[in-house]
C-alpha cells in the first residue's frame, strides 16, 4: 500500500535502523541463522521478518506509541505489540565470550528513565530510572557487555557486581571511573587528604579521562534512539532495548 513504511523501500531503513542496505540484509542473515523465522503455531505474522526487525527498530529509535506506529506499517495496534514482545529479544547483543590477553575494557553505568516502577527508582537525574552498565572494547569502541538493569538509585560499584558485568568480563582489564572505588578496576589516582598527586599521578589520570571519554561517546550515540530517553516498556523490555541497540550500534561500528 503506498505511503507505507516497508523494508522493501531501502530509503527507509537508514533512518531507522542506522545500518545501510547491505549491513541491514547482514543483521537478517544472522537472525534467521539464529532461529528468528523458525514457523511458531498460530496465525502467520502480518510483516515479513525484515519489516518486523525494521519496526521493531523505529519504535526504538523514535520511541512513538503504538496506536501511533501501527499504521505507518499497515498493521494493528496488537500485532505491532506481538512483534515487538517477539523480536526485540531476537535482536539482543550477545556478549563476547573469550577476549585477547592484550584487551582492555571500559565500564560505566547510564541511566535510563523508565516508567516501569517496578524495575526503576528515583535517582540522581531526578526521574525514575535503571541502572545499566555498558561495557566497551577501548580499541574498537564495539560494546561487548551490558548487565541487567537494576534501579537507578544502586550505585556503580554495586551495580558492576549484580548486574552480571563483572562475571561477564571475568579477569580482563577494566578501566573505570572514581566510582568504582574498591571494585579492582583501574580507576584514576585519588588525592591524598592534605597533600597532592605526584607529576606521573597526575599525568597517567589525564591520559585515563582521554581513554575512558570514549564509553561516553558510545553512550551518546545510543542515546540518539529515543527510547533511551523514555522508556515505556515492562519487564525486561527496557534490558531487550539496551541489547538492541547495543548490537545496531556495533553493526555500523564495524562497517
Not at 532461529?35 to 511458531?40: F, I, K, N, Q
Not at 527510547?227 to 555500523?252: E, P, Q, S
Request: net charge positive.
Amino acid at each position: 500500500m503506498a505511503g507505507l513504511i516497508t523494508a522493501s523501500e531501502p530509503s527507509w531503513i537508514a533512518p531507522f535502523t542506522g545500518l545501510s542496505s547491505r549491513d541491514f540484509r547482514k543483521l537478517i542473515t544472522m537472525l534467521r541463522r539464529e532461529g528468528a523465522e523458525t514457523v511458531r503455531p498460530g496465525r502467520p505474522w502480518s510483516l515479513s521478518l525484515e519489516g518486523r526487525v525494521l519496526l521493531v527498530s523505529a519504535y526504538w529509535r523514535t520511541n512513538l506509541t503504538l496506536r501511533q506506529l501501527a499504521p505507518l506499517f499497515g498493521i494493528s495496534k496488537s500485532a505491532a505489540d506481538r512483534i515487538i514482545d517477539h523480536v526485540g529479544p531476537l535482536m539482543a547483543l550477545k556478549p563476547r565470550q573469550r577476549f585477547r590477553k592484550d584487551t582492555v575494557l571500559i565500564v560505566d553505568g547510564t541511566l535510563v528513565p523508565t516508567r516501569d516502577h517496578t524495575v526503576a527508582e528515583l535517582s540522581k537525574n531526578y526521574r525514575y530510572s535503571t541502572n545499566h552498565q555498558v561495557v566497551i572494547d577501548a580499541h574498537s569502541r564495539l560494546i561487548v557487555a551490558i548487565g541487567r538493569p537494576l534501579p537507578g538509585n544502586r550505585n556503580n560499584c554495586k551495580a558492576w557486581a549484580e548486574s552480571g558485568a563483572k562475571s561477564a568480563v571475568g579477569k580482563t582489564t577494566t578501566i573505570a571511573d572514581g566510582g568504582y572505588l574498591g571494585t579492582g578496576l583501574v580507576i584514576p589516582h585519588r588525592r591524598p587528604r592534605g597533600g597532592e598527586l605526584t607529576e606521573w599521578q597526575a599525568q597517567h589520570n589525564r591520559e585515563h579521562k582521554q581513554v575512558r571519554a570514549r564509553v561516553e561517546h558510545v553512550f551518546a550515540r545510543m542515546k540518539t534512539w529515543k527510547i533511551l530517553r523514555d522508556c515505556r516498556l515492562k519487564g525486561d523490555g527496557v534490558h531487550h532495548a539496551m541489547l538492541g541497540i547495543a548490537r545496531l550500534h556495533n553493526l555500523r561500528q564495524v562497517a
